[in-house]
């Protein structure tokens, strides 16, 4: 039997997400959502004149979510449109695998490196965003053999047609419905 450790966290996104490109070694590439999460605790303990202390900590976690690229060579709309929902200071619900990645880097190949991220790929993983009202965004920067895709192929940008509102009916109280 395989051990699995899962993650079910709500939080607070630290930073916009980013949707980067990847490539592969085979020559491919597929997109990659990231964005990291802050969890605010608190705990109490005994102070040392022996009164109640709240101690406060913050949690950290890096999520990642896989994307393949189409035969036109664009994303899935839900991948353009969570990078647009997942903005600094927005709470995110999320369940996932806990897994470490193994790397090195050119600046020292003979170290390795190690990330633990929360993997939001498979079957039961979620991604959850709360939507507040809209603010005005910036980009972050991209790091690694990744290039940063700004722009979404599915807005069109032409202006959203308003649905039309059913004319009020007026009902009076003394009445009858029937």
Partial sequence: MNDMSI????????????LLEVPTT??????KLRFAIAINSSYNKRGADGKPVTVEQVNYH???KTYNFDDKGNLPKHA???????????KVTIKGKVQTRVFKTKEY?????YATEVDLNGFDSHLEVDLPPRTTTAGGAVQGGATAIEGNPYDSGAPQQETPV????????????F
């Fill in 80 to 90: 353009y449109d969570m990078k647009a929902m997942i903005l600094k200071g927005r």
């Fill in 109 to 113: 190949p003979e170290l390795n490196q």
């Fill in 7 to 18: 993650l079910i966290a709500r939080g607070r996104a630290t930073g916009n997400a980013e």
């Fill in 166 to 177: 059913e004319p009020a009916i007026e009902q009076h109280l003394d009445e009858k419905p």
């Fill in 62 to 64: 890096n999520c990642v």
């Fill in 26 to 31: 085979a020559g491919g590439k597929f997109g």
